[in-house]
């Protein structure tokens, strides 16, 4: 845990600081009532009036999210499956930030960084897949490169082939904005 994260999270529903220790007390007991160590939840979620239904709730999105984006993967169902679900994703970020383990974390971006090295992928939802993955490594601190470690390689030929292609000349493709 860094600073930032315990800045955060050293101020308690009653507006007091709270030491280090009570901090990662309540850190403990939130992981244990969740079932995981979330890595940054959104904090003023907890100051919502229906607080203590939001547990329920973003568990079963994520889990709902978790499952049908790997169905549409191992379908090969792109569209509308896997636009639909990294929709969601970013959704899911928005409203509960980074409320998910570490080890979904790291899967979840080995999958995108799957479907952003497909062969043939077009542009559209190459864009696509990288802005999904481009908001799950957002937060620098929360993956250390012992966790998780891409080849480079994919990347470098998926440039290449995006940026020195005959066809964009003739207009037959188009990149997104």
């Not at 030491?19 to 003023?44: D, S, W």
Request: aromatic fraction near 12%.
């Amino acid at each position: 845990m860094d600073d930032d994260d315990l800045n955060d999270d050293m101020i308690n529903g009653d507006g007091e600081e709270e030491t280090e220790e009570e901090v990662n007390k309540r850190l403990e007991e939130r992981a244990q009532v969740l079932g995981f160590k979330p890595q940054k939840e959104i904090i003023y979620n907890s100051l919502l009036p229906y607080c203590d239904k939001l547990d329920a709730e973003s568990g079963a999105m994520w889990t709902e999210i978790k499952a049908n984006f790997g169905k549409s993967i191992i379908l090969r169902e792109l569209r509308p499956g896997f636009i639909t679900w990294s929709t969601r994703l970013s959704k899911y970020l928005k409203l509960y930030g980074f409320k998910f383990s570490k080890e979904d974390h790291v899967q979840l971006i080995k999958t995108l960084y799957a479907v952003l090295t497909m062969p043939d992928l077009d542009p559209w939802m190459t864009n696509r897949a990288a802005s999904s993955m481009i908001g799950l490594l957002k937060r620098k601190e929360l993956l250390t490169p012992e966790d998780l470690t891409l080849p480079w390689r994919p990347l470098y030929d998926l440039y290449e082939r995006f940026m020195y292609s005959p066809f964009e000349a003739m207009g037959m493709v188009q990149y997104p904005q």
